[in-house]
C-alpha cells in the first residue's frame, strides 16, 4: 500500500514545480529517499538533476531531511515529510568602503575609548 509524503521544495528549484512550495509524492512501504526524488522528477522532470549528481550523490550545497533528520544518503528509508534545503552562496565585493554612522572618518573601536582616524 502506498503513502503519500510531504515535499517541501526550498526557493532556487520552485521554477520546477511551477512556483509550488509544497507538494505530495506517492511511495511505496519502505521506500527511500532516492525513490522519492525519482517519483518527484515524473512529477516535475528536470528537479533531480539539480539535486543529484551525474554519479548519483547529493550535491553539495544540497541537505536533505526526512521528518526532520538529516538524511546524508539516498538509500535512507523515506518518512512522512521531506525538506529540501538549499545553500545559498555567491554574492559580490563591497562597492566601497562601509561607512561609519556618526559621518566621522576611520574606525573607532567600541569600549576602548580610543579612535583610530585613516
Do not use: N, W
Not at 79 to 103: M, N, T, V, Y
Request: net charge negative; charged share 30%; hydrophobic share 30%.
Amino acid at each position: 500500500m502506498g503513502a503519500h509524503v510531504r515535499v517541501y521544495i526550498p526557493g532556487p528549484l520552485r521554477s520546477y514545480t511551477r512556483e509550488r512550495g509544497e507538494c505530495v509524492v506517492e511511495s511505496e512501504a519502505g521506500a527511500s529517499v532516492g525513490d522519492l526524488l525519482e517519483s518527484l522528477e515524473r512529477q516535475f522532470p528536470g528537479i533531480r538533476f539539480r539535486m543529484i549528481d551525474e554519479a548519483g550523490r547529493i550535491r553539495e550545497h544540497i541537505r536533505l531531511f526526512v521528518d526532520g533528520e538529516r538524511a546524508g544518503a539516498l538509500s535512507v528509508k523515506a518518512g512522512k515529510e521531506l525538506q529540501i534545503i538549499c545553500a545559498i552562496s555567491g554574492g559580490r565585493e563591497p562597492l566601497e568602503e562601509p561607512q561609519r554612522l556618526d559621518g566621522q572618518e576611520g574606525i573607532q573601536q567600541s569600549g576602548s575609548g580610543t579612535d583610530r582616524r585613516g
